[in-house]
């Protein structure tokens, strides 16, 4: 069966099983090699990559499909995604199935809504599924050099923007850093973040006075430098720091 | 005509015009008085306040149709809206219209996408559409003795946390405030939108130094105490904060 005939067959599945108009993409964000990156699908019949998306079923709450989407489409799962965008231009995805028939259900407009996450890619156990040909991670230095189906750049680089400035009023790393880190890795972390140099003594400064890191009785060992301290995230103010915000008027 | 009549009327309609499902409702926030007030319709058929909502053309951008709805249903226009929020639970309008007919276009489940904005109230001029009885500033503090409609306190509720996250990162008061204003009025503005006290000279020293006001040569007279400094925003400097967010790294 080639890609036309599978997408008219589930068309028809589709229309009884899913809300029209609607959608859901989710942008996974991880951290590796002191650089971020996000979840893409290359699907069987296009070239183009794609943020791991799919439709809302007709009793579904729409933060349960995202999550189930998530699950089926790139076998991601226990991660709490944040509703952060919705992606509503009439003609979006004009051009994406314009090689298929009309009556395919999947040719009409849908409205989507942007969810984002940020996961530990050590975690992962990504799959393929029947209409996808790849499930990769690929760096954020790297998307310049990609094609992507739709409104998909845009919504990574709306994803960012929310990321950066939820930077400014939360903590942040808790599901992007290992459980042991050094100070330099953190900075790492925000300095990709926020795409700019931080100074190192005054980041270390501020990074401390928030009172979300413990400090290990441990050593990073094997580099060519002297050991660096490890630190731990300190799980009871992390969370009251998320909860109360970091800024204070 | 009754109400029924009259919504059985336009149900035709609407299934013509509107995409299934889509609905905006959006939040307008005044300040006046030192309090926050939100606008809410009361309408014909129904006791229960309402923000001002609709539905979306099937050939229009979901901002656009944001934008006509609140100008139809309340006659405020040039306002910048702000998408930040989807309630897209599947039973969020469940009983809303359960004494009407089943084949009401309006009684399918709904996903409204929200929207909030920050309205000087002087320059409103709000209307009555139609369906509704009332269109009225409430205030903040006033909320707890009326009955909503649907989710819409809970979508009140998530504005006013959006709003509160963004104080911590964006300068606040353009839209809200008159043109020139005091320091004690600048300080009420945050200490409702926080809705916590804070200390007059903490304030007074962080807002001067986000570098966003004008000090103007004029007083505020009449007051029984001593006349206090009028200020204005510095465009240039309001507008750069802004766009760089106020928090450093």
Redesign the interface.
Known sequence: MDSQQQFLKISEEAKDLF????STDTVIFGFDQNELKVLLLQMTYRKQWLLPGGY?K??????DAAKRVLKERAGVSDVYLE?F??F???KRSEFYFEDFEDSLWHKQ?F?S?GYYALYNPDNANLIVDEFSDKCEWIYLSKLSEIEFAMDHREIIEKALLTLR?K???KPIGYNLLPEKFTLSELQKL?ETI?DKQ?NRGN?YR?IKNLGILRKLDEQRRGGAHKSPDLYTFDDENYKKALEN???N?
């Not at 809300?19 to 609607?22: F, I, K």
């Not at 007709?58 to 933060?63: A, G, H, P, S």
């Open positions: 809300l029209p108009h609607l809302v007709k009793d579904e709450d729409i933060d509703e965008g919705v509503g231009k009439n407009r409205v809504i400035e930077i400014s009023y925000y926020l931080l980041f501020k915000g970091l800024t008027w």
